[in-house]
Protein backbone atom coordinates (compact mmCIF):
# COMPACT_ATOMS: atom_id res chain seq x y z
CA UNK A 1 0.00 0.00 0.00
CA UNK A 2 1.26 3.11 -1.09
CA UNK A 3 1.71 5.90 2.07
CA UNK A 4 0.48 8.67 0.10
CA UNK A 5 -2.70 6.93 -1.03
CA UNK A 6 -2.73 5.87 2.48
CA UNK A 7 -3.01 8.98 3.51
CA UNK A 8 -4.91 10.90 0.56
CA UNK A 9 -7.88 8.08 1.26
CA UNK A 10 -7.88 8.66 4.61
CA UNK A 11 -8.02 12.39 4.11
CA UNK A 12 -10.78 12.08 1.66
CA UNK A 13 -13.19 9.85 3.65
CA UNK A 14 -12.47 10.74 7.18
CA UNK A 15 -12.18 14.29 6.49
CA UNK A 16 -13.66 15.67 3.24
CA UNK A 17 -16.70 12.95 3.47
CA UNK A 18 -18.28 14.53 6.75
CA UNK A 19 -17.84 17.94 5.17
CA UNK A 20 -19.33 16.69 2.17
CA UNK A 21 -21.85 15.23 4.16
CA UNK A 22 -22.52 18.34 6.51
CA UNK A 23 -23.26 20.59 3.47
CA UNK A 24 -25.47 18.35 2.08
CA UNK A 25 -27.90 18.36 5.02
CA UNK A 26 -28.24 21.81 3.81
CA UNK A 27 -28.20 21.37 -0.17
CA UNK A 28 -30.21 18.43 -0.20
CA UNK A 29 -30.50 18.37 -3.79
CA UNK A 30 -26.69 17.97 -4.11
CA UNK A 31 -26.21 15.30 -1.33
CA UNK A 32 -26.14 12.17 -3.56
CA UNK A 33 -23.59 14.46 -6.10
CA UNK A 34 -21.26 14.39 -3.50
CA UNK A 35 -21.91 10.84 -2.21
CA UNK A 36 -20.80 9.59 -6.28
CA UNK A 37 -18.24 12.24 -5.85
CA UNK A 38 -16.41 10.73 -2.82
CA UNK A 39 -16.75 7.20 -4.44
CA UNK A 40 -15.18 8.09 -7.90
CA UNK A 41 -12.13 9.82 -5.78
CA UNK A 42 -11.81 6.27 -3.64
CA UNK A 43 -11.94 4.25 -6.67
CA UNK A 44 -9.61 6.34 -8.26
CA UNK A 45 -7.15 6.16 -5.92
CA UNK A 46 -7.59 2.53 -4.93
CA UNK A 47 -6.24 1.85 -8.58
CA UNK A 48 -3.59 3.65 -8.12
CA UNK A 49 -2.31 1.76 -5.40
CA UNK A 50 -0.37 -0.91 -5.04
CA UNK A 51 -2.66 -3.65 -3.24
CA UNK A 52 -2.06 -7.44 -3.00
CA UNK A 53 -5.06 -8.94 -1.96
CA UNK A 54 -5.68 -12.83 -1.15
CA UNK A 55 -9.02 -12.47 -0.18
CA UNK A 56 -11.59 -10.28 -2.39
CA UNK A 57 -15.48 -10.22 -1.24
CA UNK A 58 -18.50 -9.31 -4.08
CA UNK A 59 -20.69 -7.18 -1.57
CA UNK A 60 -23.90 -6.79 -3.01
CA UNK A 61 -26.87 -4.69 -1.55
CA UNK A 62 -30.43 -6.85 -0.94
CA UNK A 63 -32.68 -4.68 -3.47
CA UNK A 64 -30.64 -6.37 -6.31
CA UNK A 65 -32.80 -9.41 -5.54
CA UNK A 66 -35.97 -9.56 -7.33
CA UNK A 67 -38.70 -8.56 -4.91
CA UNK A 68 -41.10 -11.00 -6.23
CA UNK A 69 -38.71 -13.50 -5.35
CA UNK A 70 -39.31 -15.89 -2.01
CA UNK A 71 -35.47 -17.15 -1.42
CA UNK A 72 -33.58 -15.67 1.68
CA UNK A 73 -29.96 -14.92 0.59
CA UNK A 74 -29.44 -12.76 3.30
CA UNK A 75 -27.23 -15.58 5.39
CA UNK A 76 -26.43 -17.48 1.98
CA UNK A 77 -26.34 -15.92 -1.47
CA UNK A 78 -26.12 -19.66 -3.08
CA UNK A 79 -29.71 -20.25 -2.00
CA UNK A 80 -30.37 -18.58 -5.32
CA UNK A 81 -32.26 -20.75 -7.59
CA UNK A 82 -30.30 -18.89 -10.62
CA UNK A 83 -33.92 -18.42 -12.20
CA UNK A 84 -32.22 -15.59 -14.12
CA UNK A 85 -34.85 -13.17 -13.35
CA UNK A 86 -32.80 -10.83 -11.55
CA UNK A 87 -28.96 -10.44 -11.69
CA UNK A 88 -27.84 -12.21 -8.40
CA UNK A 89 -27.90 -15.83 -10.74
CA UNK A 90 -25.02 -13.48 -12.87
CA UNK A 91 -23.17 -12.13 -10.01
CA UNK A 92 -22.74 -15.86 -8.81
CA UNK A 93 -21.32 -16.84 -11.79
CA UNK A 94 -19.39 -13.82 -12.01
CA UNK A 95 -17.97 -14.75 -8.05
CA UNK A 96 -17.57 -18.82 -8.72
CA UNK A 97 -15.55 -17.62 -12.17
CA UNK A 98 -13.10 -15.90 -10.57
CA UNK A 99 -12.93 -17.86 -7.46
CA UNK A 100 -14.21 -14.64 -4.53
CA UNK A 101 -16.55 -14.71 -1.88
CA UNK A 102 -19.77 -13.05 -2.44
CA UNK A 103 -22.47 -11.80 0.26
CA UNK A 104 -25.53 -9.82 0.11
CA UNK A 105 -26.22 -7.25 2.68
CA UNK A 106 -29.59 -5.81 4.23
CA UNK A 107 -27.85 -2.51 5.45
CA UNK A 108 -25.15 -1.22 6.71
CA UNK A 109 -24.89 -2.88 9.85
CA UNK A 110 -25.21 -6.38 8.40
CA UNK A 111 -22.88 -5.38 5.45
CA UNK A 112 -20.00 -4.47 8.48
CA UNK A 113 -20.97 -7.71 10.27
CA UNK A 114 -19.95 -9.69 6.53
CA UNK A 115 -16.73 -8.19 6.27
CA UNK A 116 -15.65 -8.24 9.71
CA UNK A 117 -16.62 -12.20 9.17
CA UNK A 118 -15.15 -12.81 5.92
CA UNK A 119 -12.35 -10.32 6.53
CA UNK A 120 -11.56 -9.57 3.08
CA UNK A 121 -8.44 -7.94 1.41
CA UNK A 122 -9.83 -6.53 -1.04
CA UNK A 123 -13.74 -5.31 -1.83
CA UNK A 124 -15.83 -4.71 -5.08
CA UNK A 125 -19.29 -3.20 -3.66
CA UNK A 126 -22.64 -2.41 -5.30
CA UNK A 127 -24.71 0.00 -3.46
CA UNK A 128 -26.63 3.22 -4.19
CA UNK A 129 -24.72 6.41 -3.36
CA UNK A 130 -25.54 6.67 0.12
CA UNK A 131 -24.75 2.76 1.09
CA UNK A 132 -22.03 2.68 -0.99
CA UNK A 133 -20.00 5.95 -0.02
CA UNK A 134 -20.35 5.50 3.49
CA UNK A 135 -19.83 1.47 2.99
CA UNK A 136 -16.21 2.61 1.77
CA UNK A 137 -15.71 5.09 4.78
CA UNK A 138 -17.07 2.07 7.52
CA UNK A 139 -14.38 -0.19 5.88
CA UNK A 140 -11.22 1.70 5.42
CA UNK A 141 -8.27 0.73 5.05
CA UNK A 142 -9.77 -2.05 3.46
CA UNK A 143 -9.35 -1.07 -0.39
CA UNK A 144 -12.94 -0.94 -1.75
CA UNK A 145 -14.05 -0.44 -5.57
CA UNK A 146 -17.68 1.09 -5.60
CA UNK A 147 -19.85 0.37 -8.80
CA UNK A 148 -23.42 2.17 -8.08
CA UNK A 149 -26.47 0.42 -8.55
CA UNK A 150 -28.83 1.33 -11.53
CA UNK A 151 -32.64 1.64 -10.48
CA UNK A 152 -34.99 1.76 -13.56
CA UNK A 153 -38.01 1.13 -10.56
CA UNK A 154 -36.58 4.26 -8.06
CA UNK A 155 -34.51 3.48 -5.29
CA UNK A 156 -34.17 0.03 -3.37
CA UNK A 157 -36.30 -1.98 -5.26
CA UNK A 158 -35.29 -3.92 -7.99
CA UNK A 159 -32.45 -2.27 -8.72
CA UNK A 160 -29.33 -4.07 -11.25
CA UNK A 161 -25.96 -2.84 -11.64
CA UNK A 162 -23.75 -3.46 -15.08
CA UNK A 163 -21.97 -6.83 -14.89
CA UNK A 164 -19.48 -5.59 -17.32
CA UNK A 165 -17.90 -2.90 -14.39
CA UNK A 166 -18.26 -5.54 -11.86
CA UNK A 167 -16.47 -8.07 -13.75
CA UNK A 168 -13.75 -5.42 -14.56
CA UNK A 169 -12.95 -4.21 -10.65
CA UNK A 170 -12.55 -7.94 -9.67
CA UNK A 171 -10.07 -8.76 -12.64
CA UNK A 172 -8.50 -5.85 -11.46
CA UNK A 173 -8.20 -6.97 -7.97
CA UNK A 174 -6.79 -10.20 -9.20
CA UNK A 175 -4.60 -9.27 -11.99
CA UNK A 176 -2.90 -7.36 -8.79
CA UNK A 177 -2.87 -10.47 -6.84
CA UNK A 178 -0.85 -12.05 -9.67
CA UNK A 179 1.74 -9.59 -9.45
CA UNK A 180 2.57 -10.96 -6.26
S1 LIG B 1 -31.88 -15.27 -9.85
FE1 LIG B 1 -31.94 -16.05 -7.73
S2 LIG B 1 -32.35 -14.29 -6.45
FE2 LIG B 1 -32.88 -13.69 -8.57
S3 LIG B 1 -35.07 -14.13 -8.71
FE3 LIG B 1 -33.99 -15.96 -9.43
S4 LIG B 1 -33.81 -17.29 -7.61
FE4 LIG B 1 -34.33 -15.21 -6.88
Known amino acids: MKAWIHFLRGFILKILYPVLMLVGAFLKSKKAEFQAYIVKLNNLLVMRDSVNPRKILLLLPHC ?23 KVKYLIELAETYNVSIAIATGGTIARKVVKEIKPDAIVAVACERDLSSGIVDTYPIPVIGILNERPFGPCIDTTVNLQKVEEAIKWFINHQEKR
Open 64 to 86: IQNSKCDVRLTFDVYKCRRCGSC
